[in-house]
């Protein structure tokens, strides 16, 4: 078994940071003289401290005790949930994003058999579009990215369709075959994808999808759609539950 060197790691800790043996005293709330008789060896810091010592230098005790930290899944699982914690919340969702794609690579590269062409890309700050298109099918399961789309399916969790979601899938397809709902349906989505927020008057929407008013009102009444009530005249977006459609769909010309 490996001695502790916790006086090696608290030595190290601190020039990193660039802090004084008496600045750490200070924020531990013992004297300078303890902090050196640490880093000398002469003795260790009291359990009870330590929790405080590996925040202060914001890694795991474990770490502060010089154990290699695990790379297995959970400790990834654990470090996305710490870093999405601390995230700002207006750039969340542009990280997980960035993560998917490239553990899309990671899948279409064969990165999860050995091979790992992508080390020279950069997700993290790298601009992720425009793509094209990318896919890879195995037993344990697909994924392909598509434009602004990113998919992912797991096999094992696939479940035989009730009759009641079979019907549910054809008649929603049917409804989008329909050449002139289909334009309605991906104008509403084009004039308020980039604003959660907005909805869109009828006359807008027909202008974007080229059809005259009467027919594309009457389209409206029929898709999945959130209609905002208002004095002077309705508006819509595409309903929450419904958003991704557009990007799935786009698929099926493949």
């Known amino acids: ?138 037993s344990e399961g697909n994924t392909v990215r598509y434009g602004d789309l990113i998919l992912f399916t797991d096999n094992k969790a696939w479940q035989k369709l009730k009759k009641a979601e079979v019907w549910e899938i054809v008649c929603a397809l049917k409804l989008l075959s329909d050449e002139k709902a289909f334009k309605v349906f991906l104008a509403v989505h084009e004039l308020t994808v980039q604003n959660y927020d907005r909805c869109v008057p009828v006359s807008e929407i027909a202008k974007a999808a080229k059809l005259d008013l009467a027919e594309t009102k009457r389209i409206l009444s029929e898709l999945p759609l959130t209609i905002m009530e208002n004095k002077e005249e309705d508006t819509y977006r595409i309903d929450g539950a419904h958003a991704y459609l557009p990007s799935v769909l786009r698929l099926m010309r493949l």
């Open 1 to 138: 078994m490996n001695t502790i060197k916790i006086n090696e790691q608290i030595t190290f800790l601190r020039h990193q940071k660039g802090i004084t043996q008496e600045a750490l005293a200070k924020f531990l709330g013992v004297t300078n003289q303890t902090v050196s008789k640490w880093e000398s060896g002469q003795c260790f810091p009291d359990v009870q401290l330590l929790p405080r010592i590996a925040d202060y230098f914001e890694i795991s005790i474990d770490e502060l005790l010089g154990h290699t930290a695990s790379s297995g899944l959970e400790t990834c699982c654990l470090a996305l949930k710490k870093h999405f914690s601390e995230c700002p919340e207006e750039e969340c969702f542009d990280h997980a994003y960035r993560l998917a794609a490239q553990l899309h690579e990671i899948i279409v590269s064969s990165g999860y058999r050995k091979h790992l062409p992508w080390e020279e890309k950069n997700y993290a700050t790298q601009s992720l579009n425009p793509w094209g298109t990318s896919a890879c099918s195995e």
